[in-house]
């Protein structure tokens, strides 16, 4: 059974950084498409940022763009997200998320098959 498990949320204040984890368990096979998502309270989850096949393409969301950056480490099948210049709109339940193959829409929920539990962010002003 695959799993995904998030670390490295924690609280900071405007303009601090953080790194988060994601762990893959449960399956020998790379997880082609790997992104991170968050959600904040009373908001829709939303991508934040995506890696196709080790980094061969990455995509942002444009309010992260600049100051997030993902990476893969395929051997040890981890995702991460390293966030600088963090803003108190930053603040949400951040979710790894994983599928197999290729998605057309790297940033929506829906093209994903695997989620982890989330771990939380909060930026104080």
């Known amino acids: 059974q695959i799993q995904l498990m998030e670390f490295g949320g924690g609280s900071v204040q405007a303009g601090g950084s953080l790194r988060l984890s994601c762990q893959v368990s449960g399956t020998n096979d790379r997880l082609t498409q790997m992104a991170w998502f968050r959600q904040a309270p009373g908001k829709e989850r939303e991508g934040v940022a995506s890696?196709?096949?080790?980094?061969?393409?990455?995509y942002y969301l444009p309010a992260v763009k600049g100051r997030f950056t993902l990476s893969q480490d395929n051997a040890n099948n981890a995702l991460y997200l390293v966030m600088t210049n963090l803003k108190p709109e930053d603040t949400a339940m951040y979710y790894c998320?994983?599928?197999?193959?290729?998605?057309?829409?790297?940033?929506?929920?829906?093209?994903?098959?695997?989620w982890g539990q989330g771990t939380q962010v909060t930026v104080s002003s």
């Open positions: 890696s196709y096949s080790g980094g061969a393409s990455t």
């Open positions: 998320a994983a599928a197999r193959n290729l998605v057309a829409r790297p940033l929506l929920t829906g093209q994903y098959t695997y």
